[in-house]
């Protein structure tokens, strides 16, 4: 698995535009960027997947440049509730793909 | 749509003790199954997968076990539990895209 590294910690406040970028400097070719929210005692939450360019939902875009070795992670408008730790995450195949969670970026968003 | 179910949600075990925690999955069949532990203010870390019935593959050395008796049942245990065991333990599965998890279950070891 890519290892990935990521701020430890981002502020902001209610409103803002959050990013929040990853290193992932050996990525495979084969590998997907996954992006997670986990909030206080409950399970990380799927957010957004990308393979390269620009991917966005509902929730939130992911922007890949073209030598996929980052990425970020752009959370508009951010809300308190928006106050989580997201983590980063790199891998291949779907059906045997053992998810390696570091300690990921912990943002606070302030009123 | 799948249902992932851990229990119980929180535990208190004095040291030396025994462990059983329970995942179940419903709304898919023959799943990859998943165990980790979060320490406090840290990363999720993964103890064990299993990819199908009596499979099971262990990350790190621990006194922990896993087993998968049923095809949507994995469960985590202990046989003597040390306070490093302590954390918050969250099962998991695989779709084609994404991980989902279980609401988790607070250990604490006294």
């Known amino acids: 698995l890519a290892k990935t590294t990521q701020p430890i910690s981002m502020d902001s406040y209610e409103g803002q535009e959050v990013n929040i970028t990853c290193s992932h400097n050996n990525i495979a070719t084969n590998d997907y960027i996954t992006w997670y929210q986990q909030f206080p005692s409950q399970g990380p939450r799927f957010i957004i997947q990308g393979y390269k360019t620009k991917v966005t939902n509902e929730v939130a875009s992911l922007f890949i440049p073209a030598d996929r070795k980052s990425s970020t992670l752009s959370l508009p408008r951010v809300s308190l509730s928006d106050t989580a730790v997201y983590y980063c995450l790199v891998g291949a195949t779907y059906n045997d793909y053992k998810l390696s969670f570091g300690a990921g970026t912990t943002v606070t968003v302030r009123a | 749509s799948q249902t992932i179910h851990q229990w119980p949600a929180t535990l208190v075990q004095p040291v030396g003790s025994p462990l059983s925690l329970e995942c179940t999955v419903e709304g898919t069949s023959n799943p990859n199954l998943y165990w980790y532990r979060q320490a406090a203010g840290r990363g999720l870390q993964l103890l064990f997968y299993s990819v199908g019935i009596g499979q099971i593959s262990s990350e790190v050395p621990q006194n922990l076990s896993a087993s998968r008796p049923q095809d949507r049942q994995f469960i985590l245990s202990s046989k003597k539990l040390l306070l490093s065991d302590s954390g918050f333990y969250l099962c998991?599965?695989?779709?084609?895209?994404?991980?989902?998890f279980g609401p988790g279950t607070r250990l604490t070891v006294l």
């Open positions: 998991a599965w695989n779709s084609e895209d994404e991980q989902f």
